[in-house]
């Protein structure tokens, strides 16, 4: 006999026949889910959101310090903020996870704050204007924190954010403070150093002063100008000593001494020749003229024998005149030959600083080098100073890139997890599904005969005849009264599913008053 289909009512009579079996697994389990829903502890999260604001003076005026991104500003800021030492500062402060002090050590406590601490980065889609394609830029984060108390929740977050924000004011000042700091410390190392070769060179200058590179050309000049005046010398010497030879040619042939003695005698004598041809001896002119010759002699006798140690002086003045012009002569050529030797040391001095000139040119030139490059360095760390004063300055007035709280911390109004609805919506999809399940593993397993056709099929026999369910008066008003039950069944629950969406999930107030408001927009529309 071929099988019958199966029509509505068989899913009736299976449904009456196996109400328990679907019913009590399935109460089970949504009692179970709602055990669970129940029990685990409520748990309320508060945040608050912070916007990243640029500088207000444009940065192509003043250039600030801090570098780094803003992404890496934020991460190394909770870095600090969640270090262990803050961190039990504020458990110890709000008497955080005080029922985990005797079961778990301190690190644990401190992971378990940290877990409970969320910073979301909130980014848009902006056009980079250094390569022009698109990119994410951050532009705010929120900083959240959940715990079992709603009130103690919103102050830990007040107190996170305001770590947050002055931990953020703090590290850009002192990075701008360090940088300045550094870069005046800098600034004044490098300026001993500038004043350090400035000594060098002076003092470099005063030891070579005749022999540095610009003094080159004057040397030059002098050489030049002393081998013209040896030349000038040698000249006037080479002349000098020819007039020398001169005059001692002429001096030469000049006697020194010139005797009037000697021109009297020769007259007298001229004189006594004349009268000795008119007179004789005995005349009274020749006895005189014979007795002055002989006193004359006499005398010129007496005159050439000079005194021991005394030396006969020239009295020749054209002898004296040519050897004074000689010893004049002499006296130039000695003050030449000094000139002249003078003259030859100053071109030898000349020379020498004209070959040691090179290598105080290099010496010269590195001290130079070094000054030049010294000078740029200080330069430069002179404008870097001031633009980190300014920079300093724009944070101190916090002109800068700050953080700006925008929504601060609230308290909750309504747990953050578990969520319970979601709980009881699975506990009741899985309660019917065990109901259908248990119905279904107990209907396929039963070989009970419960309908005629049943019996049928079974048998193999025609049906001929099938007697109803007889219902008495004592049916019936178990019947009403099991309906009134189950009526009062589902008011019940329906009030105990109103007060729990009332306390665990949103006050019916307020349930009302989005209600009445999504209901008046959709008028509106």
């Known amino acids: 006999m071929e099988d019958q289909p199966v029509e509505i009512g068989n899913y009736v009579d299976i449904l009456k026949r196996r109400k328990w079996a679907l019913i009590l697994p399935a109460v089970a389990v949504m009692l179970i889910a709602g055990a669970v829903a129940l029990l685990l502890p409520s748990i309320y999260q508060s945040g608050a959101t912070i916007l990243i604001e640029e500088q207000d003076i444009p940065a192509d005026f003043v250039m600030t310090t801090v570098t780094g991104y803003a992404e890496q500003r934020i991460q190394s800021t909770q870095q600090r903020i969640m270090s262990t030492g803050k961190l039990m500062e504020i458990i110890d402060r709000f008497n955080l996870y005080a029922e985990y002090e005797d079961r778990w050590t301190t690190e644990e406590i401190v992971e378990k704050m940290r877990e409970d601490i969320h910073l979301d980065l909130i980014s848009v889609e902006t056009i980079d204007r250094r390569t022009g394609r698109p990119t994410a830029a951050t532009i705010a984060f929120t900083l ?66 005749n022999a540095l590179p610009e003094m080159l050309q004057v040397n030059m000049q002098s050489l030049n100008s002393a081998e013209a005046g040896l030349q000038r010398l040698d000249d006037q010497i080479r002349s000098l000593k020819e007039r020398e030879g001169y005059l001692e040619t002429q001096l030469a042939s000049i006697p020194q001494m010139e005797d009037p003695q000697k021109e009297r005698l020769k007259q007298l004598e001229m004189e006594l020749v004349n009268l000795k041809s008119k007179f004789t001896d005995d005349y009274p002119d020749v006895k005189n003229l014979n007795t002055e010759i002989a006193e004359l002699k006499k005398r010129m006798a007496e005159k050439e024998v000079p005194s021991e140690g005394q030396q006969e002086q020239p009295d020749n003045s054209a002898y004296i005149t040519l050897a004074s012009q000689l010893a004049s002569t002499r006296s130039e050529i000695r003050s030449l030959l000094d000139q002249k030797k003078e003259a030859r040391a100053k071109a030898d001095t000349y020379r020498r600083r004209m070959e040691t000139t090179p290598k105080i040119e290099q010496e010269y030139n ?16 002179l404008r870097k100073m001031m633009e980190a004063n300014v920079a300093l300055g724009l944070e101190k007035e916090q002109k800068g890139e700050r953080f700006t709280l925008i929504d601060p911390a609230r308290l909750p109004e309504k747990p953050f997890k578990p969520n319970r609805l979601a709980i009881g919506l699975i506990g009741l999809v899985l309660g019917i599904g065990a109901g259908v399940g248990v119905a279904a593993l107990l209907e396929f397993s039963d070989q009970s005969v419960y309908t005629p056709q049943d019996l049928g099929r079974i048998s193999g026999l025609p049906l001929l005849v099938s007697i109803p369910p007889i219902m008495t008066p004592h049916d019936r008003r178990r019947r009403r009264l099991k309906r009134l039950a189950w009526i009062l069944a589902g008011l019940l629950l329906l009030a105990i599913g109103i007060y729990l969406f009332h306390t665990l999930v949103m006050d019916l107030d307020v349930f009302w008053a989005k209600l009445m408001r999504k209901f008046n927009k959709i008028s509106i529309m």
């Open 144 to 209: 959240a924190y959940e715990g079992k108390q709603p009130a103690t929740v919103q102050k830990v977050t007040d107190t996170l954010v305001s770590l947050f924000l002055s931990e953020n004011l703090q590290v850009r000042q002192r990075q701008t403070t360090e940088t300045s700091e550094f870069l005046e410390e800098e600034t004044r190392r490098v300026r001993g150093q500038m004043d350090e070769l400035e000594k060098r060179i002076t003092a470099f200058k005063a030891e070579h002063v």
């Open 366 to 381: 590195a001290l130079i080098v070094d000054r030049n490059n010294t000078q740029a360095k200080y330069e430069d760390l």
